[in-house]
C-alpha cells in the first residue's frame, strides 16, 4: 500500500468512525471508546484534508497561471499564493509522516531508573553517584517526580547502585534512550600521576508496569527478609525489614532495604520487578520489530557502549548518533541534557520515517 492509499485509508476510517458514533449514543461504554479514538484520530485526518486542500488549490492555481490574457495584479496574487503553498506543503508532509508514526505504547508511561557502577573500583561509583544526581537534576527541571527507591553506597561518595521512579508527563519518552554502559574518561584525584583513567556505569530506563500488565504469581516467588546493612556492612536497623525477592521463573532478584517497614520494602520489590519482567518482554518484541528495519539508533541494550564523557576535553560523545557536545558540566548538571535526548529522539524518527516513505 502506497502512502497516498494509507492517508485516503486513515479519512475513510475517520468518516466511518463519525458515523459509528452517531449510532452508539445509547452505548455509554461503547460511545466513550469510539470517541477517544475519534478524538486520537481528528489531527492526523485535520492534517491529510488540509494537504488534499492544497494540492487542489496548486493544481488551480497553476491553470489559471497558465492564461495569458490574466491581468499582472491578478498573475501576481495567483504566484503569491502558489509560493505560499508550495513553502507550506513540505512542513504539512512532515506532521502527517510524525503522527503516522507508530506510537510507542510505553511513551506516556513513569520509568524506573536504575543506575550500577561498572568497571573501574571507585571511581566508577563516583561517576555513578554523578549520573544519578544528573538524572535528579534533569526531572527537577522537566517538573517530574523523582521517588528515590534505593541506595546502595560506598561511603566515599560513590554508589554501587541506586534507583528512582520518576512520574511525570512523557517520561518514558524521553528517557528510554539512555539505557546503556555510560563511559567517563577523567583523572581521579587520588591519580598522582596525573593518568586519565576509564571507567563505567550502567544506566537502565525501564517503563514502569501495572499489575494489569504483569500478572506475578505468589508461587514464582521466594521472598527473604533480612536486616538492612550501610556501608561496611554494620547494622543499620534493628528488624527484618530488608526484603530480597527472586522470581524464580526468570531467575531476576530485587532487593530492597530503604524503607524501616518490610512491608514498604516489598511493594517497591515488587514495582521493580514488574518493570524489569516488562522491559524483557518489550525486548523480545523490540529485537523482532528490529528484523524489519533498515536502521536504528542502538537496542539500548545493558551492555551497549552509549556515551562516552571526556573531562580533559569538556565533552560528551553518544556514539550512536556520532554527536559531540563540549558542554560536560551543563549536561551534567542536566540543563543541557535535553539537546542530547532531543538529537536522539529525532534520530529516531528520521529512522521511523525512512521506512514510512513520503508523500507523493
Known sequence: MSLEQKLNQVLTYFEELREKLSATMGDPAEFARLSKEYSDLTPIAEKIIEWQQLIEETATLKELLEDSELDKELQQMGQDDLQHIQERLPHLAREIQLLLLPKDEDDDRNAILEVRAGTGGEEAALFAAELFRMYHRYTEIQ?????LMHVSDTGLGGIKEASASISGKGVFARLKFESGVHRVQRVPETEGGGRIHTSAATVAVLPEAEEVDIQIEEKDLR????RSSGPGGQSVNTTDSAVRITHLPSGVVVQQQDEKSQHKNKAKALRVLRARLYEHQRAEKAAVRAANRKSQIGSGDRSERIRTYNFPQGRVTDHRINLTLYKLDRILDGSALDEMIQALTSE?????????????
Open 143 to 147: 517538573g517530574w517526580r523523582f521517588e
Open 223 to 226: 521472598i527473604d527478609v533480612f
Open 348 to 360: 529516531d524518527e528520521v529512522s521511523r520515517l525512512a521506512d514510512l516513505g513520503e508523500i507523493v
